[in-house]
């Protein structure tokens, strides 16, 4: 499954990020990677431990929880600490699929990867190149959307960032842990999220037709629900 959400930043946070990330030092995005990732990946990103990154990881996080299609897309149990990369021209990133466990930075836990995100902090006219493409069982699908604006997918997916020609493309990635192991059951929660808020517009909250949605829906979350 394949969200986007439009305006997850408001203008006013992407240009705070920005104008924070341009005075800020960046490393090759490779100390990052797994050993197959390492070697098809050419970008830029900010250290982790660097108190910038942990100050903008904060902004993100704060815009999640605000967020009801990002809540209702990922179900999250725990959110990795936004990160922040840059691809400058001749940078790709070739297919590749995402490390499975990663650790939180200064804890030692341990979070399953169920979940990835990628927020574009550049506009698409900005720069040429520099999709995110996902591939999965229905194709390939190329995303370049506008600042602020966000792609949730499955970290199971194979994706690559094709080469920037022109320009520079900014963005925050992350990853999070769901309640919802499965894919296709997310996919599946997040269909009837979707048909419930449907129906809530049309009748009463009281009607058996909202009421009986709204409580398949949350039994469904307990019988898959890992907490």
Do not use: C
């Amino acid at each position: 499954m394949l969200v986007t959400i439009p305006d997850l930043l408001s203008k006013e946070e992407v240009a705070y990020l920005r104008q924070v990330l341009e005075q800020t030092d960046w490393v090759d995005g490779r100390t990052t990677a797994g050993d197959q990732a390492a070697r098809v990946k050419h970008n830029l990103q900010v250290p982790q431990d660097n108190p910038v990154a942990r100050e903008l990881s904060a902004v993100i996080l704060r815009a999640l929880g605000r967020n009801a299609t990002y809540s209702s897309a990922a179900l999250p149990l725990h959110v990795l600490p936004p990160m922040f990369n840059r691809y400058d021209v001749g940078m790709t990133f070739g297919a590749h699929v995402d490390g499975s466990i990663r650790v939180v930075p200064g804890s030692g836990q341990r979070l399953r990867t169920d979940v990835s995100t990628t927020i574009f902090l550049s506009d698409p006219e900005e720069y040429d190149g520099g999709e995110l493409v996902v591939h999965d069982t229905y194709g390939s699908h190329a995303v370049k959307l506008p600042a602020g604006h966000a792609v949730v997918y499955p970290a199971t997916s194979l994706h690559s960032v094709t080469p920037v020609t022109r320009g520079s493309r900014w963005g925050s990635f992350f990853w999070a842990q769901s309640m919802i192991r499965d894919d296709w059951q997310r996919h599946m929660l997040y269909d009837l999220d979707q048909s419930i808020m449907r129906v809530r517009s049309l009748v009463p909250d009281d009607d058996p037709a909202s009421t009986g949605l709204t409580a398949h829906y949350h039994n469904l979350i307990r019988a898959w629900g890992e907490l």
